[in-house]
T-cell receptor
Framework: AQSVTQPDIHITVSEGASLELRCNYS??????LFWYVQSPGQGLQLLLK??????LVQGIKGFEAEFKRSQSSFNLRKPSVHWSDAAEYFC????????????FGTGTLLAVQP | SQTIHQWPATLVQPVGSPLSLECTVE??????LYWYRQAAGRGLQLLFYSVGIGQISSEVPQNLSASRPQDRQFILSSKKLLLSDSGFYLC???????????FGSGTRLTVV
C-alpha cells in the first residue's frame, strides 16, 4: 500500500541550529515528492518538489531535500533555523496522472527555541 | 496568476445543522479540485476530488458530500452535521502541469 511516514511528531531546535526532518515513503513506482509547510490556522505552502534528475532539490526559505531511492526517503534540511520556521511540515508523494492524488504524512511540528 | 479562495474562515455550527463550504479557483481552467480534512495528529485526509464538472470521487464514507457545479467551483456539504465533523477543512487545486497542489487558507469548523 502507498504510504508516507514522518516518524517525528514534534521536534524542537535552537535558533541557528541545523534541521533535518525525516520522510519515508512506500510507493509502487518512483513517486513525485513534495514538502509543504503550514503555519497555525493557515493553508499549506509548497516548499519544494522532486520529479526527476538531481536528487538534491532546493526550495524556498533556504530549505533543501534529498531523494534517496535506496532508502525510500526524502528528508528536508535547513542549515540554520530561524524563529519564523516554527510551523508544521508535511511530506507528500504522488505520481501525477489524471487524478493527481497526493498522499500526505501526518506531519512534524517544529518548535524553535531562542 | 492562479488564486484559490475558500470561505468562510471560521464556522461554528450546532449538531444537526446543514453545512456548505465553498472553494473557487481563478486564473486556470479545468483544474483538479480536492477537499481535505485535517485533524490534530492525523495529517491530511482526502475526502473528495474532482477532475471535471459534475465528476466527484469520494475517498471515505462519511456524513459529507461534494459538488462541482462549475468548472472552478467546489462545494463541500452536509445535511446534518455530527460532532465528529469538526476539523480544519482545506480545498486544493492542481493541474496536469503542476502536479503539486495549491491550497486554500482553510475553514475551521466547530460543531457544538
Amino acid at each position: 500500500a502507498q504510504s508516507v511516514t514522518q516518524p517525528d511528531i514534534h521536534i524542537t531546535v535552537s535558533e541557528g541550529a541545523s534541521l533535518e526532518l525525516r520522510c519515508n515513503y512506500s510507493y509502487g513506482a518512483t513517486p513525485y515528492l513534495f514538502w509543504y509547510v503550514q503555519s497555525p490556522g493557515q493553508g499549506l505552502q509548497l516548499l519544494l518538489k522532486y520529479f526527476s534528475g538531481d536528487t538534491l532539490v532546493q526550495g524556498i526559505k533556504g530549505f533543501e531535500a534529498e531523494f534517496k531511492r535506496s532508502q525510500s526517503s526524502f528528508n528536508l534540511r535547513k542549515p540554520s533555523v530561524h524563529w519564523s520556521d516554527a510551523a508544521e511540515y508535511f511530506c507528500a508523494v504522488g505520481r501525477g496522472g489524471a487524478t493527481n492524488k497526493l498522499i500526505f504524512g501526518t506531519g512534524t511540528l517544529l518548535a524553535v527555541q531562542p | 496568476s492562479q488564486t484559490i479562495h475558500q470561505w468562510p474562515a471560521t464556522l461554528v455550527q450546532p449538531v444537526g445543522s446543514p453545512l456548505s463550504l465553498e472553494c473557487t479557483v481563478e486564473g486556470t481552467s479545468n483544474p483538479n479540485l480536492y477537499w481535505y480534512r485535517q485533524a490534530a495528529g492525523r495529517g491530511l485526509q482526502l475526502l473528495f476530488y474532482s477532475v471535471g464538472i459534475g465528476q466527484i470521487s469520494s475517498e471515505v464514507p462519511q456524513n459529507l458530500s461534494a459538488s462541482r457545479p462549475q468548472d472552478r467551483q467546489f462545494i463541500l456539504s452536509s445535511k446534518k452535521l455530527l460532532l465528529s465533523d469538526s476539523g480544519f477543512y482545506l480545498c486544493a487545486w492542481s493541474s496536469g502541469t503542476t502536479y503539486g497542489y495549491t491550497f486554500g487558507s482553510g475553514t475551521r469548523l466547530t460543531v457544538v
